[in-house]
């Protein structure tokens, strides 16, 4: 994966209102700490950053351009989103060396078609790797092409780049491929779901007078 250079500024204002202003500003909140330095607390221009994003994933490698000369490292390390304005409220960004190691979890991406009359089901999207900061896939391929009904893929199947180690326990479960159902037994499930009839409400006798002495 390739470095996205990116320019940050500093931050002053702190708190849920310079937050605000920062990104009306049109720049996201992060904080930049790692490797024993004092956390740096900074802004990214929203648009580059969300466009670097989009393209390389969480784990995409940031070359940062302070504005006192200075530069840094870093991978993303926690990402607050509003889910509705689909924008960044703040970033946690590691500092990392060049040919560090690092753990990080990496996408997994399907690729192919089972045999027939199968379902594919997800145990996991995500494999836990340890790999070069700089080297870092944006995802790794699994291939279902042609399986058979009862395949399982563990993290140990999974093909790794040169310089890749697999961190994950190598007996996770990634995907599962399992027989798809018949019709006849689709059409006997949704009978056995049908909700029961409901029970028709108890009378409910009138209290009797009371006599009088």
Known sequence: MSEVKISAEPRTEFGKGGARRTRRAGMVPAVLYGHGEAPRHISLPAREFAAAIRHGGINQL????????????????AIQRDPIRDTFDHVDLLIVRRGEKVTVEVRIQLVGEAARDTLVMTEHNTLTILADATRLPDHLDVSIEGLPAGTRIVARD??????????????????VVAAAPTAAEMEAET??????????????????????G
Do not use: C, Q, S, Y
Request: charged share 20%.
């Open 158 to 175: 999974v093909g790794l780049p040169e310089g890749v180690e697999l961190a994950a326990d190598p007996d996770l479960v990634i995907t």
């Open 191 to 212: 009978v056995g779901e049908a909700p029961a009839p409901a029970a028709e409400p108890a009378e409910v006798a009138a209290p009797e007078a009371a006599t009088e």
């Open 62 to 77: 940031f070359n940062i351009d302070m504005t006192d000369g200075t530069t840094a490292l870093a991978l993303p390390k």
